[in-house]
């Protein structure tokens, strides 16, 4: 597969991804490395350009990553961002010392060289997001200084000739005004490129490289009904049709109907073997008397994990294995190197007994929302592709207390009520995550004449944008009050109805 590719050279920034993620906007493919990929290696990927990223250390300490200054003269174009703007000044024999006084957030720039292509089309001043403690006071011999700041005499710098160009600000945080320009300017005016990197070209390539590496294999896909899987199993069943089998454990803790829409959906639109393990009384079961959170979620991972292998044991035979791991599973901040894994939930350990001719990850390369942007082209509905996160361990961590057959069926009931309403009053867009909780509390109310004694329900909605950190969402006291209405009336056994107004912090999203 040959298409244009840019080396981000991670040295520790917190930015990295990000940096990736801004290339591959512009149509260009980007991948992450981290400083100690050898020389050699780098040479012989074909790289229309290095972006070396910040990093949190000072270059002129011995300790702080460092790279051969040789990398400068292999003829590739070089765009230092932050760390990496000081690291090829030092490379270069320039000099970086330590600010007098550090520039952090939106700082104005001035434009004193009009005709550098790293800034066409921006203005002669503008806002860039700096964040630094060191500065270069003297650029390499060959580099002009570009544009500048009040407190800082070398924001960018250059040296066209040898194609290497340095910026001591963030073009791919939002907070720079013109960004996004910088990028595509390093990427097309002074890299070249053409931006061959689209997802229709994507889903040919991969699944004509699928093809050839499957043959008339089998191939064996665990189906969660999350973003990244369906698509997996999407491009998938375009390779290879029924050849695949997707395997779909429904353990009785997923959303009203969910299991059914899932099934509905993978064996309407695709063509492939659908092997749905339904457990849910088996779940009850093993469930039964724990109250503590973290044994209920041990008792649904580990039961999970016995049904998911016993299941995939029975379909291995030879062929691949293959799941829904995307890019940033793969990489580590500070390493960039596929090499370090992580443990995360979409790569899993397979008990040794299992044996398969290798594993397959079509999505390794792509981050999140590219994957979504595939999961449109190839046609999976909007309600999967741009599906909300909900926990591995289902509404077992919305059901405080000990789990039973009738709190499943009063939380499935209220959450399905409770996202119908979010649905009809146009807000859903503005939300990243909603969901009703069980609490185990039963209050005292009033219907009619009669004196009840039934569930709480307590719903939750929250804004955020990487679910490390979550603000409560602002509902309209109207919104509010048909949801109320709703759940009182509709669901079976409710009679109260709370809205959870905590952040993360203190409150985490999910309740246990
Ligand atoms: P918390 O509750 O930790 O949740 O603030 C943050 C985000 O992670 C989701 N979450 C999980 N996802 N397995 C998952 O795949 C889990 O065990 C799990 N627990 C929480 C949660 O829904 C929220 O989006």
Same mark, same amino acid.
């Given at each position: 597969m040959s298409f244009e590719k840019i080396l981000v050279?991670?040295?520790?920034?917190?930015?990295n991804q990000l940096i990736a993620r801004r290339v591959r906007d512009e149509s260009v493919y980007a991948e992450i490395k981290s400083y100690e990929t050898p020389l050699d290696e780098i040479k012989a990927a074909g790289y229309k350009g290095i972006i070396f990223t910040g990093g949190p250390n000072s270059v002129y300490d011995e300790s702080s990553p460092h790279y051969t200054k040789d990398i400068l003269d292999i003829g590739v174009p070089v765009l230092g961002i932050c760390y990496g703007a000081q690291l090829m000044a030092w490379m270069g024999g320039g000099k970086v010392e330590s600010c007098v006084k550090s520039e952090y957030g939106k700082i104005e720039i001035e434009n004193? #060289?009009?005709?550098s292509l790293l800034f066409k089309g921006v203005d002669e001043k503008s806002i860039v997001w700096m964040s630094h403690t060191d500065f270069i006071s003297a650029p390499p011999e060959g580099f002009e200084i570009t544009s500048h700041s009040a407190d800082c005499p070398c924001a960018s710098m250059e040296n066209v000739g040898r194609k290497l160009y340095a910026v001591q600000f963030h073009p791919e945080v939002t907070h720079s005004q013109f960004g996004k320009q910088f990028l595509h300017n390093f990427l097309f005016e002074v890299c070249g490129c053409k931006g061959d990197w689209v997802m229709d070209d994507f889903i040919e390539r991969t699944v004509e490289s699928l093809r050839e590496q499957i043959g008339d294999k089998k191939v064996v896909l665990g189906l969660s009904g999350g973003v990244d899987s369906s698509v997996a199993a999407g491009l998938l069943s375009r390779a290879v049709g029924r050849q695949l089998t997707c395997v779909f454990v429904d353990?009785?803790?997923?959303? #009203?109907n969910e299991g059914d829409f899932v099934e509905e959906t993978f064996t309407r639109l695709f063509d492939m073997n659908f092997v749905r393990v339904n457990c849910g009384a088996q779940f009850i079961s093993k469930l039964k008397g724990i109250t503590d959170p973290e044994q209920k979620r041990k008792t649904i991972g580990s039961e999970f994990y016995k049904v998911f292998w016993d299941e995939i044991r029975k379909q291995a035979d030879g062929g691949f294995f293959a799941q829904g791991t995307i890019y940033p599973d793969r990489i580590e901040s500070g390493k960039g190197d596929a090499a370090t894994i992580k443990t995360h939930h979409n790569q899993v350990k397979m008990p040794e007994d299992i044996t398969f001719d290798g594993v397959i990850e079509p999505l390794g390369d792509l981050f999140k929302d590219e994957v979504r942007r595939v999961g449109e082209k190839l046609g999976i509905p909007k309600e999967l592709v741009w599906r909300q996160p909900f926990p591995g361990p289902g509404l077992g961590v919305r059901i405080i207390g000990e789990i039973t057959e009738e709190k499943i069926k009063v939380l499935q009931e209220a959450d399905a009520v409770f996202r119908d309403e979010i649905k009809k009053s146009g807000i859903e867009d503005q939300l990243s995550q909603f969901f009703a909780v069980l609490p185990d509390v039963q209050t005292v109310g009033v219907m009619g004449d009669h004196r009840t004694y039934d569930h709480l329900i307590a719903i939750r909605a929250v804004t955020t944008d990487d679910f490390m950190t979550a603000d409560w969402a602002k509902i309209p006291y109207d919104i509010l009050a048909r949801i109320s209405n709703r759940l009182t009336n509709e669901?079976?056994?409710?009679n109260r109805v709370v809205y959870d107004i905590t952040s993360k912090p203190p409150g985490t999203v999910e309740w246990e």
């Open positions: 050279l991670d040295f520790g920034g917190q930015y004193t #060289k009009r005709d353990q009785g803790l997923m959303r #009203k669901v079976d056994h409710v």
